[in-house]
């Protein structure tokens, strides 16, 4: 079980932006941030395969946020630009492994608490 600790989550306007980190107690080959509304489904974000560095972006977020990681630094971030007043929700990190290469949504098992991320005039 991989342990994650996520922070960096605040309030802050439409158009700013925001860097979220996860701190991860080992390496798995998937790693992904989640975000979450109040009354609605989990739903990713972003994901990445860190055998090969490849990402994967929902639409919602494409071309607006990245996902990196620093594996000596055990640390996951998100780089959240031009946020949106529809961005705000739970953030949460996760991890996963896999074996095909594809970091799909069922491939994440072990959750961080999320941060708050409330974008708002």
């Known amino acids: 079980q991989v342990q994650l600790l996520e922070s960096g989550g605040r309030a802050v306007h439409p158009g700013g932006s925001l860097q979220l980190s996860c701190v991860y107690s080992s390496y798995t080959n998937c790693m992904g941030w989640f975000r979450q509304v109040p009354g609605g489904e989990r739903e990713d974000v972003a994901t990445?395969?860190?055998?090969?560095?490849?990402?994967y972006y929902n639409n919602p977020w494409k071309g607006r946020f990245k996902i990196s990681q620093d594996n000596g630094k055990n640390t996951l971030y998100l780089q959240m630009n031009n946020l949106r007043l529809d961005d705000s929700g739970t953030y949460y990190c996760a991890a996963g492994r896999t074996r095909t290469g594809w970091c799909g949504a069922d491939v994440f098992v072990d959750w961080g608490q999320g941060t708050q991320v409330d974008v708002s005039t």
């Open positions: 990445i395969y860190g055998n090969t560095g490849t990402t």
